[in-house]
């Protein structure tokens, strides 16, 4: 019954932004690590970040330190990534994954991805 339905993706020109949003639901999903992984076309998966709940803190896959940054709103049970200064190699589709339990980097569940393209 689990679902993570990502949401925000779309064609974007480089150097702008999007804001991705994952929205979860059939878990406790305060408890949890949450993260985003994508996969660019011809490549496999990537680990871009992820998210815990108790302090908050965070991670990044270090090349995109400074251009993106996760966050999360348990109330609303969704979790976001916003992307600024994008690159043309950030294309790819993103998905949502829910961590087994904290930032074990195994993965139980997905969303279906969606699509950020970076093209003039």
């Known amino acids: 019954q689990v679902q993570l339905v990502e949401s925000g993706g779309g064609l974007v020109q480089p150097g702008g932004s999007l804001r991705l949003s994952c929205q979860a639901s059939?878990?406790?999903?305060?408890?949890?690590?949450m993260t985003w992984v994508r996969q660019a076309p011809g490549k496999g998966l990537e680990w871009v970040s992820g998210i815990n709940t108790g302090d908050g803190s965070t991670s990044y896959a270090d090349s995109l330190k400074g251009r993106f940054t996760i966050s999360r709103d348990n109330a609303k049970h969704t979790v976001y990534l916003q992307m600024n200064s994008l690159k043309p190699e950030d294309t790819a589709v993103y998905y949502c994954?829910?961590?087994?339990?904290?930032?074990?980097?195994?993965?139980?569940?997905w969303g279906q991805g969606t699509q950020v393209t970076v093209s003039s």
């Open positions: 994954a829910k961590d087994r339990a904290i930032m074990t980097y195994e993965y139980d569940y």
């Open positions: 059939g878990f406790t999903f305060s408890i949890y690590t």
